[in-house]
């Protein structure tokens, strides 16, 4: 969920909520938004828990008004979470991308189903600058390492899965459109044999296909449209899958995620795994609309995988506490004496749809004092619960 300090000062807050939607932390201060309610930020398809957006750095300056907002760009490798935000890195120095509130694309700006592919016009420095100061990047490993693919500014689609990548200059007329089989290290270009300004690339919504649509207009101002198909690039020639022997396989084991040694990382009780083509591999990797398909190995269970249950929210510490004038349910039978003890939730619950097996397990019942319990009414066989949410509404 995004919200915003009003319309003179489009500058958002990114909260996330638990798994039912009854609390919400905050995660990213000064997100960039526009008028129009769009905002920098976007979830990499196809891999669970990396988000990237851009932040206001100086978002007092903007709301007190008559600055122009100086935009970084963050990413985040665990869902999101306050305190996990990084910048982006290309050549050691920072990187920024321009996104969805200033760029007129469809669907996603930087990710598609080619899997771990990320790109985004963009420069290094201390902050965001024009689009035409703008290079093309790309980082073949969802974001963690970067790397400049294209001088200047470019139009781009995935496509084949992968397979290939199809760019279009973008700051002015041009007579050519540019390709790499090989995740953006080396370049082949094709003639259209007319100059045009380019005004949209797209392909199939899943980055499957190798056929692309341009349409561009002309210096005589009339409109064009070009159908690239660039099935022949690979002589037809099919990525074979060997999960047995991965020397002799167009394809490689790829792990989504990666923890801080560069080592295979949990999210949801699972590790994130595609069969992705080779970098260098001379083939095409994509089935028509069939998108890749993910993998998971199930990890040992950690504190992580675990929210606050009913009736509880976190402390300060990260602790999962009994809220404010909560009252737990009493077993019957139980609390004969206010100064007993009962066996009562211990305030966690797995998350929902956490896939983590064994290991930590913070849901095992602990011993609660009678005081902190409120007696109800049983009846066999129904079961009563109520709860109360607080939402606070901003003014706009």
Known sequence: ???????????????????????????????????????????????????MANIVANAEEVKAGGKVKKLKTKISFDDGKMDTWK???????????????????????????????????GNTGDYLDDYSSGDLYI?????????????????????????????VFDEGFTNKVSYSKNHGKTWEDVDLSIEIRARLLTTTPDSTSLKFLLVGSGKDKEAYVFDLDFGDVFDKKICKLDKDNESKSDFEKWYARYDEDEKPDCLMGRKQYYWRRKKDADCNAGELYKEPIVENEFCKCQHQDFECDFNFVRDKKGKCQLAPNAKLPVPPNECKNPQDDYKGP?????????????????????????????????????????????????DW
């Open 1 to 51: 969920m995004l919200t915003t300090s009003g319309f003179k000062a489009p500058v958002g807050e990114l909260f996330t909520s638990n798994s039912n939607g009854t609390y919400f932390t905050r995660d990213l201060n000064n997100t960039n938004r526009n008028f129009k309610g769009l905002v920098d930020f976007e979830q990499i398809e196809g891999i669970e828990g990396i988000i």
């Open 87 to 121: 910048n982006l890195k290309a050549d050691g120095k920072e990187l920024h991308l321009h996104s969805v509130t200033e760029l007129a694309t469809g669907g996603r700006v930087y990710s598609s189903r080619a899997p771990g592919l990320v790109m985004g016009v």
């Open 139 to 167: 980082s073949d490993d969802a974001g963690i390492t970067w790397s400049r693919t294209r001088t200047e500014a470019h139009k781009y689609e995935f496509g084949g899965a992968g397979s290939i990548i199809v760019a």
């Open 346 to 394: 211990s305030g966690y619950r797995k998350i929902p749809g956490n896939s983590c097996e064994g290991g930590v397990d913070d849901e095992l019942q602990i011993i609660r004092k009678c005081d902190e319990g409120k007696n109800c009414l049983f009846i066999p066989g129904v079961r009563f619960a109520h709860r109360i949410s607080y939402f606070h509404a901003l």
